[in-house]
């Protein structure tokens, strides 16, 4: 199973392989992320999404080294970041990548800024550890970067607490800080869920801005379908830890081929006109998630939602069709002429 | 801030009135103590003794007096010893604050200490250890402890001085003496510390713990900063407010156990001091000792907060 795309001539930044993490909770052991490929290439912003618990951040999270110690591993697969396996690879080598070549910005903005030091102090702290600069340049880059994101009166701003910033600030502030060394890769885990929708879309403009000004990749994690198409060339549909659908951002959204993705498109009416409005709450397709024990099971995991549902879907899994461009994890997809 | 200092002051306003309260309810007073050591005495002399030493006048006259002579740092006149009771007081606290600042400093240290590398280490044999060495020093009276340490290691193994806190026979420079002063501390530290060590350890611990999984250390991780900066710059810091509140409520509980420790290493202190002058029923000195308890109580506390203030910038930013 290691047929992912290759249409693009450079190598890919980011190759993900087979990734399957298991998770342990008092319910048992089951595979949070079951099987997952996917690649993404430099300049390039592919976006995730899903509904809630589907194994987002545990992705995201993965890929950064930083999974819940002691209730998940990762049980198979391989994660190639520039060509190197980060899950083979040793704690200071992860070091080195982290913050550095790989940064991500998180979903809480309200409690991932460190209460007991000043916002110039953190982003400072990068640039020491990975550029070795000294303690006044590194105030000095860090007002420059709270300049960046637009933080208002950075040479001020710079010596605050992060009690004493917005919701909305704290969270430029943590964009200042993964991309203080200018990262090849940008994990953005929801980066707006925790913000009102002004701010939202202020947010994304910026990532935009910074992305195309440094040619960083960026996978994008969001639950909100208007986002997708504004911002990511390609999009992965994740769907209880399984990736059910991958394509390019127009062609999925115009030819969906699998039912639960359909669905999502459905719920959303006018997709390109949403980004700077009030949104309702999106990906509401009728019915349950599976819980996690029922995860791993040799079935189609959408069967219980699926108005398509036979007997094969209950008793087999259906695995991930490739064509050109796209893939599908679905007995019956729905794309006509796409997946043959 | 200024408001917290006002507040001590009213407390310890709160404490004298309480303690002289105390003192009258209590039966006997120094006319007791002077008529037996007479051997005996009849009720005319008896009344004299009472209003010589003012007595007889009403208990609200009485407080009036004695509070106002506090406020004027006038503690009375021992009528045991002979000496006004601030000097005979300003006398012994050096020992007791030595006593009592290095068992709580090197209980922080070495609590925070262990309670890191538990919370490192959470499934280790040393964390089990420390769990256990918790609970030992914790319910293991502090007098059993200090005898337990004075036959093991003056007695059996004659490491430490049996008893003191000088030896009059060493003389020689201020290095000399502070060496000797510090060999005479040893024990009687470890004992007052022990306890606390236990619970400073426990709380840190189980803090170190929370504040690992919380997201700000995920940051920190995120940042690839290598693990060592990521416990002790970014976790702990956190971590040890609670530590620190606990060992400022804690304060009292050090000062009351270094009266006890005192005793068994018969060391020169107040804890010394109190004992005497309960037996000899010296209401002056006693109510001194008590004051000055509260004062070291009480400063101890506001200590507490400026270190809590230093360690967190939301609390100063409360007022
Ligand atoms: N530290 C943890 N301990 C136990 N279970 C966890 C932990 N983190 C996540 N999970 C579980 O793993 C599953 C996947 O979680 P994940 O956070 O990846 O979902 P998500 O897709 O990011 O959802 P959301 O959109 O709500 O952020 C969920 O069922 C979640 O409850
Ligand atoms: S495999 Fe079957 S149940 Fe699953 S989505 Fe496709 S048609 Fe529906
Ligand atoms: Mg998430």
Redesign the pocket.
Known sequence: MNDSFRSQNKPALLKVQNLTIE?T?RLGTAP?IDDVSFELHEGETLCFV??????????ALALMGLL?EK??RIASGSIEFNGVDVTQASADFLNQLRGNELSMIF?EPMTSLNPVFTVGEQIAEVLRHHQGVDKSTGVKLATQLLDQVKIPEAHRRVHSFPHELSGGQRQRVMIAMALACQPKLLIA??PTTALDVTVQAQIFDLLDELQKEHNTAIML?T?DMGVVAEMAERMVV?YA?RKIEEGPVDEVLQQPAHPYTRGLIACVPHLQAFMHEERVPLLEVPGVVPS?NQFGGNQCLFADRCDQVNERCLNNRPENKYTNQRSVACWYPTAEGVFL | MIQRVANAALLLIAVLVLNFTMMHLAPGDIADTISQSMGGADATVMQQIRAEYGLDQPFLFQLKTYITKVLHFDLGYSYFYNQPVTTLILEKLPATLLLVISAQLLALVLGILMGVYAARNRNGFFSFLVTLFALLGYSAPVFWTGILLLIAFSLKIQWFPVAGMVDVTISGGFFTRALDIAHHLFLPMITLASIFIALYSRLCRASVMEVLGTDYVRTAKAKGLPERSVVYKHALRNALAPVVTLAGLQFSAVVSGAVLVETVFSWPGLGSLALQSIIARDTPTILGILFFSALVVIVGNLLTDIVLRMLDPRIASKG
């Open positions: 998770l909770t949070v899903g509904e809630s618990g589907c194994g987002k951040s545990m992705t819940p209730v998940s979903q885990d929801e994690i639950h994740m830890g996690l």
